[in-house]
């Protein structure tokens, strides 16, 4: 059980374009959901919460109009990079909680290249 | 704010060798604490967990003990294979269930 999944797992765009990645908590409910960037050979970096049915909580220094979070079921958050750069290239990974509040349950990660 | 500061990588190991990760923590009040895994190419998955003062954490022959006085969770496990060779996150979330704050990681590598 717990299991969480992204899509796609890897993306490959042009300069401009928008891409959306999907997170499923496949079977649980899962009330809040963390969107984390990871850089190579680096740690994870929390860009923001994601409750079921509000606004997404944005960390310091990440942007939310480039980077827009939607949590509109208990089980699916979808992050939509706008006009993505090279510089937006990165390791996109999602977790979830679920409804009792209980561990964060990570997603396999979407791998984005910006051309 | 709250951190966490694992041992520098790479850690290179023989198969069947002792490991020990060291994670140290800063926190206010009473974090809950986890260790990670993170193999080549995937996500990470929760490796353990304490959520309180010497609680131990296990599961696949590794462990990890809370230790508040001295504010630290270093993960051991006896006997090391090659398929352990992964990333490994040390992280606390000050609330259970809330955001974490996670390590640099440690990069294991074992060879047989």
């Known amino acids: 059980g717990a299991v969480v999944s992204q899509h796609p797992s890897r993306v490959i765009c042009k300069s401009g374009t928008s891409v959306k990645i999907e997170c499923r908590s496949l079977?649980?409910?899962?009330?809040?959901m963390f969107w984390y960037r990871q850089f190579p050979k680096q740690s994870l970096m929390l860009m923001a919460t994601?409750?079921?049915?509000?606004?997404?909580?944005?960390e310091q220094g990440v942007e939310k109009d480039k980077f827009l979070i939607n949590h509109a079921s208990l089980t699916l958050s979808t992050l939509t990079v706008t006009s993505a750069h090279p510089e937006d290239s990165s390791f996109y990974i999602c977790?979830?909680?679920?409804?009792?509040?209980?561990?964060?349950?990570f997603g396999p990660g979407t791998r984005l290249t910006v051309l | 704010g709250n951190s966490v500061t694992q041992m520098e990588g790479p850690v290179t190991l023989s198969e069947e060798a002792f490991l020990t990760i060291n994670c140290t923590y800063t926190?206010?009040?009473?974090?809950?604490l986890f260790w990670y895994v993170q193999y080549p190419g995937e996500g990470l998955q929760l490796l353990l967990k304490?959520?309180?003062?010497?609680d131990k954490g296990s599961n696949k022959g590794f462990e990890a003990t809370y230790r508040k006085e001295t504010t630290s969770f270093h993960l051991e496990k006896g006997s090391v294979q090659v398929s352990d060779s992964a990333v490994y996150f040390c992280?606390?979330?000050?609330?259970?269930?809330?955001?974490?704050?996670f390590g640099a990681g440690t990069i294991l590598r074992v060879k047989s």
């Open positions: 977790s979830a909680r679920d409804v009792r509040g209980v561990t964060q349950y």
């Open positions: 994601s409750n079921e049915g509000s606004k997404a909580t944005y």
């Open positions: 926190a206010t009040g009473y974090p809950s």
């Open positions: 304490a959520t309180k003062a010497d």
């Open positions: 079977d649980f409910q899962a009330t809040t």
């Open positions: 992280a606390l979330s000050e609330s259970y269930g809330n955001k974490l704050v």
